[in-house]
């Protein structure tokens, strides 16, 4: 079955570390996308990217980093300049030759940070 | 940057008829979603409408829009316990280099009681 893989869906990690997310994507979709999400808000866009090596910044994007090395995966590291970063971690992707094609999302990461 | 106002919370009886409500700002967005997020889980595309439609109907769901007041809302008809959730919706928001991305409101906690 074609879908979107994130890994872990539970992640725990002292203050000051920096730690990857991991989003891989089986749909042959060219792009993807990671969102934030707290507590009774809504998604915030991190960072997205619709080819393979090229990336934007979202709405949220300090603290993060990302990398499109291959169409299938694009991870997500948050690192220690974050200030926040206790929250559910979404991935998602899109298929660019449908025009504004919806997004099709994985089950998320939570993220804790102590 | 462009909002996507929702209310937060709607409780409704098992058999009845419940009414999402979302209010959006961009008036060039082309496509509007609906997704559902169930405890613990990513967002699954429920609907979207175009918006050159008034309303869009797909089984136990109705869209209704009204671009001149920017207002959507989502109907689920027959209401079941299985439709608790929180329910999000979400529009198309093209970048200066043409990108589409979505902007999502923050949701709006369905809870339906037997």
């Known amino acids: 079955d074609g879908g979107i893989t994130q890994s872990p869906k539970y992640l725990f990690r002292k203050e000051g570390q920096n730690v990857t997310l991991s989003c891989e994507q089986n749909?042959?979709?060219?792009?993807m996308y990671w969102y934030r999400q707290d507590p009774g808000q809504g998604l915030r866009l991190i960072y997205y990217?619709?080819?393979?090596?090229?990336?934007q910044k979202g709405d949220i994007a300090e603290g993060y980093s990302v990398s499109r090395e291959k169409k299938e995966s694009f991870p997500l590291t948050v690192t220690s300049a974050q200030k926040n970063p206790t929250a559910f971690y979404l991935c998602?992707?899109?298929?660019?030759?449908?025009?504004?094609?919806?997004?099709?999302f994985g089950n998320g990461t939570r993220l804790t940070v102590t | 940057g462009e909002d996507v106002e929702q209310s937060l919370f709607l409780s409704v009886r098992e058999g009845d008829s419940s009414v999402i409500n979302c209010t959006y700002t961009?008036?060039?967005?082309?496509?509007l979603y609906w997704y559902k997020q169930e405890p613990g889980a990513g967002l699954q595309l429920l609907t979207y409408?175009?918006?050159?439609?008034d309303m869009k109907q797909d089984q136990r769901l109705t869209v209704l829009l009204n671009k001149k007041d920017k207002h959507l809302s989502l109907r689920i008809a027959d209401t079941q316990t299985g439709d608790s959730a929180i329910y999000f919706c979400?529009?198309?928001?093209?970048?200066?280099?043409?990108?589409?991305?979505?902007?999502f409101g923050k949701g709006t906690m369905l809870l339906v009681s037997p």
């Open positions: 961009d008036s060039s967005s082309t496509y």
């Open positions: 990217s619709q080819i393979v090596n090229d990336f």
């Open positions: 979400a529009e198309s928001i093209s970048d200066d280099s043409g990108y589409s991305t979505l902007t």
């Open positions: 749909l042959n979709h060219d792009a």
């Open positions: 409408i175009f918006s050159n439609m």
């Open positions: 998602a992707s899109s298929n660019l030759g449908l025009k504004n094609s919806p997004l099709h």
